[in-house]
Every structure is written in structure tokens, then in C-alpha cells.
């Protein structure tokens, strides 16, 4: 497949989202990303902001079978996982799947269960698969996690582990709407209380798992040069060198960052990586890696804030 094959599917698929979900292009845009990377997503906002018809209609768009769990304080990791059930026909144990044995996974305000119930998606997420009783299940190429979940300041939230999120390619903030984009999705939606049902929009998928395999090994032939390399492995590695950052990002930030930045160039069109898509996905790639010193959070600081500033910073390659 080549790239321009890959922009025309991802247009299609920006506008079959767009028939449902009013504005989000960022977010949309990086769920593209994502989706090329074989990355997971977290999206974060208030109440209403439109995160989980975001992933629902995304999710519409795609050919790939599509799970969706409640996060809830009282969420087991076998609710999500599974269990093996004795069968008394046959006098063996038999798994019961549980919802995560799909290819795209809603975790719907997954901090309001407690960590041991987000801990049952760690292998998942890393390594495609579970293990069930000391027995391994594959869940396949197509598996993505999208995830949403309220700010931390409100009640009932629960912090996820650091291990966790290190996991998800990028952590989008879902801001409100702008007031034109807020007019038309009173224009558009306001005639119902309930979220709109996305078959009325006659959402249609755009792309099966054969479509995204070959999309994704196109990007992978995207070209880096050893300047944009040497410009990651900077960024990243600056995010361990401030006082104000108490744990920087990971290897794997640079290796996620560099792969997002590959997808984000095919996006465009290119067949080359420029440093302005390393920029523009710098924030939502390592906002969420960092953990700030107690006393950054004093002086007001957030994580990306102290992002933005080690991106004024780094010397950007010509």
C-alpha cells in the first residue's frame, strides 16, 4: 500500500467520525495515529464532553470487533479478564473470555475502579495477550485499548499506576467546544437526552484488519533521518534532567514518539518525518510519563507546561 492509499483511508475514516462527533479534529487526528501505530489511547475530561460517542463512533468506522466495559469501583480483574469454569459434562476447566478478548476495547472512565482492577490490562497492552491460570492467550494484532477517564480531581477517581500509563501512546485532553462548535452540536443533537444512536448517522467502516495491517507496515517505511532521531532521544531524555520532574519518561516514550511521529508524517502525505511531527505530538506522547517534583507542583507547574518548556529548549534540527 502506498501513502497516498493510507491518507485517502484515513480521510475516509476523519469523515465518518465527523458525521457524528462535532469539532475534535486534535483528538481525532491522534486516534488516527494511534490506530497506525498499534498504540492505545486515553482520552481525559469532564463529564459530557463527547470522549466515549468519540470512541464509539471511531470504533463504528472500523471493521473490528468492538467490547465496551464500565469501569466501576466494584470491577473485578476477572469481570475483565475471564475465568476457567469447571464444565461437569467433559470433567475439564474451560475458559470463559471475558470482554477483553476483542480487537478494540472501550475502557469507559477506567479511574473509577481501583488499581488492582487496572493492573488486569498491563500484559494486555504491552503484549498482546493474557495469561489465564498460567496459560497464555493471544488477542492479536488488531487489539487497541481506548480509554477515558474524568480528571483527577473529581470525586470517586482513582490515580492509575505509573506502569499504566506508560502503556498508552498518548493522553489527549478533551477540552470544551469552541461556541461555534457548541451551536452545532445543540443544532445537531439537541432534539434527545440520550447520546445519539450512531446507526441514525449511518456510520459506515471504512477498514478491516487486513486495510490497518497494511496501512501500518507503509508507515513503518517512513523515512527518519539520524537528526530527527538524535532530536527525540533529546526531548526525552531532557524530561529526566529538571529539577521540576521528579521520573522522566521512559525508553519507551522515545521508541512510542518516534513510531507516532512516522504515522503522523503519513497523515500529511510524506514519506519523511520533519521535526514540527515530533512537536506536535510531544505533549500528548509525554504529559502523561512524568511525574513532577513536589515542589514544581507547588509553584503552579504542570506536566505540560514542563513539557512545553523542554520543547523551547531542545535545539530543533534544520
Do not use: W
Not at 25 to 53: M, N, Q, R, S, Y
Not at 99 to 126: C, G, S, V, W, Y
Not at 221 to 248: H, N
Not at 254 to 265: D, E, H, I
Request: charged content about 20%; some cysteine.
Amino acid at each position: 500500500m502506498d501513502l497516498n492509499t493510507v491518507r485517502e483511508v484515513s480521510g475516509r475514516l476523519r469523515e465518518q467520525v465527523h458525521r457524528v462527533v462535532v469539532g475534535q479534529d486534535h483528538a481525532i487526528d491522534l486516534l488516527l495515529v494511534a490506530l497506525l501505530c498499534e498504540g492505545h489511547i486515553l482520552f481525559e475530561g469532564v463529564p459530557g464532553v463527547a470522549k466515549t460517542l468519540l470512541a464509539r463512533t471511531f470504533a463504528s468506522s472500523l471493521s473490528l470487533t468492538f467490547t465496551r466495559v464500565q469501569f466501576t469501583p466494584d470491577l473485578m480483574p476477572g469481570d475483565i479478564i475471564g475465568t476457567n469454569l469447571f464444565n461437569f459434562q467433559t470433567n475439564t476447566f474451560t475458559l470463559t473470555k471475558g470482554p477483553i478478548f476483542t480487537q478494540l476495547l472501550l475502557a469507559d472512565e477506567i479511574n473509577r475502579t481501583p488499581p488492582k482492577t487496572q493492573a488486569a490490562l498491563l500484559q494486555a497492552m504491552q503484549e498482546r495477550s493474557v495469561t489465564v491460570d498460567g496459560i497464555n492467550h493471544e488477542l492479536g494484532d488488531g487489539f487497541m485499548v481506548i480509554a477515558t477517564q474524568n480528571p483527577i480531581e473529581q470525586e470517586g477517581t482513582y490515580l492509575l499506576p505509573e506502569a499504566q500509563l506508560d502503556r498508552f501512546l498518548f493522553k489527549v485532553v478533551v477540552g470544551y467546544p469552541t461556541r461555534d462548535d457548541e451551536r452545532d452540536i445543540v443544532r445537531r443533537h439537541g432534539h434527545r437526552t440520550t447520546m445519539p444512536k450512531i446507526s441514525d448517522f449511518n456510520v459506515q467502516p471504512m477498514a478491516d484488519l487486513g486495510t490497518l495491517v497494511a496501512m501500518r507496515h507503509a508507515v513503518s517505511q517512513i523515512r527518519l533521518s539520524d537528526a530527527i532521531l538524535d532530536y527525540i532521544v533529546d526531548l526525552v531524555r531532557a524530561t529526566r534532567e529538571r529539577p521540576a520532574i521528579a521520573f522522566g519518561a521512559s525508553p519507551r516514550a522515545a521508541t512510542m514518539l518516534t513510531t507516532a511521529a512516522r504515522a503522523y508524517a503519513a497523515l500529511q502525505g510524506r514519506d519523511f518525518v520533519l521535526p514540527d511531527d515530533v512537536k506536535n505530538l510531544a505533549v500528548p506522547a509525554l504529559r502523561h510519563r512524568i511525574v513532577l517534583a513536589p515542589g514544581a507542583e507547588i509553584e503552579g507547574l504542570s506536566a505540560e507546561s514542563v513539557v512545553r518548556q523542554i520543547l523551547d529548549q531542545v535545539p530543533v534540527p534544520r
